[in-house]
């Protein structure tokens, strides 16, 4: 059962470098979201989608851009990073975005920013 | 978001039952309430959520109070594989609402 898969699971990217995370997902979810995970901080919220070819802002947006081109796909694109950006990145899905849906994570893309 | 309290860690010995507590004294009638686990390196995994009775699942148990300000988390028979962070969140109904995940309680499973 893949779930939720990302990539890639480790990356280090120099001040000013550009990189895209994917994120895919094979459960047929309308839902998709990336947060970050910074210690002390518990989970952020980034971007969210509500369906495809939709996005929207979620907590910290900023240095972040994402694309929902096909259902089972959401990327987030950092156009220049910035070493406040080093942080865990988990994508989720969710069926809807009804109060009883758990969302479902991936493993993580551990990034670096020097 | 109404907010929820949880110690920030746990002890319990393997093969022993195990009470993850959690307050939400400011929980509105639609708010769902759901548990999440993180294990080392892993991203959050959901475990169980209910509304107002109880709920079992292969997982765990859910415990919820009379008058839903606080729940319980119940794992029967605790592991070396349920150390973890565990979070406790409250989802409310209606239109698009995030998940908000505290610190959550850290749960050191002792052999």
């Known amino acids: 059962n893949a779930g939720v898969t990302q990539t890639p699971k480790f990356r280090v990217l120099k001040t000013g470098q550009s990189m895209t995370l994917l994120c895919a997902q094979d459960?047929?979810?309308?839902?998709m979201y990336w947060y970050r995970q910074d210690p002390g901080m518990g989970l952020r919220l980034i971007h969210y989608?509500?369906?495809?070819?939709?996005?929207a802002k979620g907590e910290v947006p900023d240095g972040y851009n994402v694309s929902r081109l096909k259902k089972q796909n959401f990327l987030l694109g950092l156009e220049s990073a910035a070493p406040s950006q080093t942080s865990v990145y988990f994508c989720?899905?969710?069926?809807?975005?009804?109060?009883?849906?758990?969302?479902?994570f991936g493993d993580g893309t551990r990034l670096s920013i020097l | 978001d109404a907010k929820t309290t949880q110690p920030n860690s746990m002890e319990s010995n393997e093969e022993e039952p195990v009470h993850l507590p959690c307050n939400h004294s400011?929980?509105?009638?639609?708010?769902?309430i759901h548990w999440y686990r993180q294990l080392p390196s892993q991203g959050p995994e959901y475990v169980i959520h209910?509304?107002?009775s109880n709920v079992n699942n292969r997982m765990a148990s859910l415990a919820i109070a009379e008058d839903r300000k606080s729940s319980t988390l119940i794992l029967h028979r605790a592991t070396l594989r349920d150390a973890a962070v565990y979070y406790c969140?409250?989802?409310?109904?209606?239109?698009?609402?995030?998940?908000?995940f505290g610190i959550g309680t850290k749960l050191q499973v002792i052999p």
């Open positions: 209910g509304l107002t």
């Open positions: 969140i409250l989802r409310a109904s209606g239109g698009y609402q995030k998940v908000t």
């Open positions: 989608s509500v369906g495809e070819g939709t996005t």
């Open positions: 989720a899905s969710s069926y809807s975005s009804g109060a009883g849906q758990p969302q479902h």
């Open positions: 400011t929980i509105s009638g639609t708010d769902y």
């Open positions: 459960m047929n979810h309308e839902y």
